[in-house]
Antibody, heavy 117, light 111 residues
Framework: QVQLVESGGGLVKPGGSLRLSCAAS????????INWIRQAPGKGLEWVSF????????YYADSVKGRFSVSKDNAKNSLYLQMNSLRAEDTAVYYC??????????WGRGALVTVSS | QPALTQPASVSGSPGQSITISCTESGSDVGGYKYVSWFQHHPDKAPKLLIYDVTNRPSGVANRFSGSKSGNTASLTISGLQSEDEADYFCCSYVGSSTRYVFGSGTKVTVL
């Protein structure tokens, strides 16, 4: 089955860290560009980060640059998002998405991250 | 950087057609490179409906269609069905390090 499944969400205090994982199946993960996208409660979607198929090209939104780090393990068909120095405004559902032809053709169901004291 | 504006809500009766707009504004308007549309039911994975302004992936009902005029892209749902009740959002590729911007989202209600 072609799918992406996020895990690792939860409640964390401001200033804390959390690592999200995204497990891919049913397609050639090593050939795929993957993005993290988030949606804060009651807000629209926000692109967070991009990693190329080999992991050689990585981009971040200005709002997370310097705090978040994305990595890709093609041998394990997995993607990771290490989130440090978390802030209340990072509270959101985080989606793992596959990018192709200028859009996102496959999404996971998301992982909720809540940053609160 | 472009911003994409959508109406907050659109409603229609079963069998009717509705159209959701996605208007681009702001600096560096890129002419809507790779506009796409997504459907999102609560607690489910968002689903791609339209890519490259007008193209429909295999498996998406032909009731869903995309178009563009000037700085406004549109999603039309024909023959509205109860299962179409969901949130819909547009997305545009802006390139470089910013990558993508999303519309504010539109809640579709089937009366």
């Amino acid at each position: 089955q072609v799918q992406l499944v996020e895990s690792g969400g939860g409640l964390v205090k401001p200033g804390g860290s959390l690592r999200l994982s995204c497990a891919a199946s049913g397609f050639t993960f090593s050939d795929s560009y993957i993005n993290w996208i988030r949606q804060a409660p009651g807000k629209g979607l926000e692109w967070v980060s991009f990693i190329s198929s080999s992991g050689s090209d990585i981009y971040y939104a200005d709002s997370v640059k310097g705090r978040f780090s994305v990595s890709k393990d093609n041998a394990k068909n997995s993607l990771y998002l290490q989130m440090n120095s978390l802030r209340a405004e990072d509270t959101a559902v985080y989606y793992c998405t596959r990018e192709t032809l200028g859009c996102f053709d496959l999404w996971g169901r998301g992982a909720l991250v809540t940053v609160s004291s | 950087q472009p911003a994409l504006t959508q109406p907050a809500s659109v409603s229609g009766s079963p069998g009717q057609s509705i159209t959701i707009s996605c208007t681009e504004s702001g600096s560096d308007v890129g002419g809507y490179k790779y506009v796409s549309w997504f459907q999102h039911h609560p607690d489910k994975a968002p689903k791609l409906l339209i890519y490259d302004v007008t193209n429909r992936p295999s498996g998406v009902a032909n009731r869903f269609s995309g178009s563009k005029s000037g700085n406004t892209a549109s999603l039309t749902i024909s023959g509205l069905q109860s299962e179409d009740e969901a949130d819909y959002f547009c997305c545009s590729y802006v390139g470089s390090s910013t990558r993508y911007v999303f519309g504010s989202g539109t809640k579709v209600t089937v009366l």
